[in-house]
T-cell receptor, first 114, second 112 residues
Framework: GAGVSQTPSNKVTEKGKYVELRCDPI?????LYWYRQSLGQGPEFLIY????????DSGLPNDRFFAVRPEGSVSTLKIQRTERGDSAVYLC????????????FGSGTRLTVV | TQLLEQSPQFLSIQEGENLTVYCNSS?????LQWYRQEPGEGPVLLVT?????EVKKLKRLTFQFGDARKDSSLHITAAQPGDTGLYLC????????????FGQGTILTVHP
């Protein structure tokens, strides 16, 4: 597609539930990133894929968070047993390869855990 | 871990004024990027600077990368209400190739 697409744009879930957030990167971009952003703050790194593999998952806060990219294009961020502290905007970005020359971000998924 | 200090955190100015936003770290970066973000949208890349001492201009925006590649600034001349938004610097480099470290952002409001 022309840009990075994220669905859903908004998600409200109850504490303890499981959620999946989807990212469809720009066609041909091999690198895909997930970030989390709290209100008025800069994005915080979660995980980076190069192709199908997670090249760096050091930003995932705990084992409730998991992400996959099985075919090297679409990625899904999965959060188990959601907590109120997981509420944030989850941003996905892609780039041709690596990060040194800038990403293209999607509009994000606003997750609210009630 | 690279840490980026961005200042000021908030900036409220009148249309036509000039402003500068700073981004500093004790670490050396391989490159530094500036993004602008509007409410409900993802950050949009404005510029990437790579070479120490580099200056790039984008219309009324001037970006500088420090000689030692540890700091950067964004200067806006004659600010307009359309410049309102969250400005973010982000650094690449260090041991985590592929990962960007973002500053906490500067929220700019330009009043007509």
């Amino acid at each position: 597609g022309a840009g990075v697409s994220q669905t859903p744009s908004n998600k409200v879930t109850e504490k303890g539930k499981y959620v999946e957030l989807r990212c469809d990167p720009i066609s041909g971009h091999t690198a895909l990133y997930w970030y989390r952003q709290s209100l008025g703050q800069g994005p915080e790194f979660l995980i980076y894929f190069q192709g199908t593999g997670a090249a760096d998952d050091s930003g995932l806060p705990n084992d409730r968070f998991f992400a996959v990219r099985p075919e090297g294009s679409v990625s899904t961020l999965k959060i188990q047993r959601t907590e109120r502290g997981d509420s944030a905007v989850y941003l996905c970005a892609s780039s041709p390869s690596g990060s040194d020359y800038g990403y293209t971000f999607g509009s994000g998924t606003r997750l609210t855990v009630v | 871990t690279q840490l980026l200090e961005q200042s000021p955190q908030f900036l409220s100015i009148q249309e036509g004024e000039n402003l500068t936003v700073y981004c500093n770290s004790s670490s050396v970066f391989s490159s530094l990027q500036w993004y602008r973000q509007e409410p409900g949208e993802g950050p949009v890349l404005l510029v990437t600077v790579v070479t120490g001492g580099e200056v790039k201009k984008l219309k009324r925006l001037t970006f500088q990368f420090g000689d030692a590649r540890k700091d950067s600034s964004l200067h806006i001349t004659a600010a307009q209400p359309g410049d309102t938004g969250l400005y973010l610097c982000a650094a690449a480099g260090g041991t985590s190739y592929g990962k960007l470290t973002f500053g906490q952002g500067t929220i700019l409001t330009v009043h007509p």
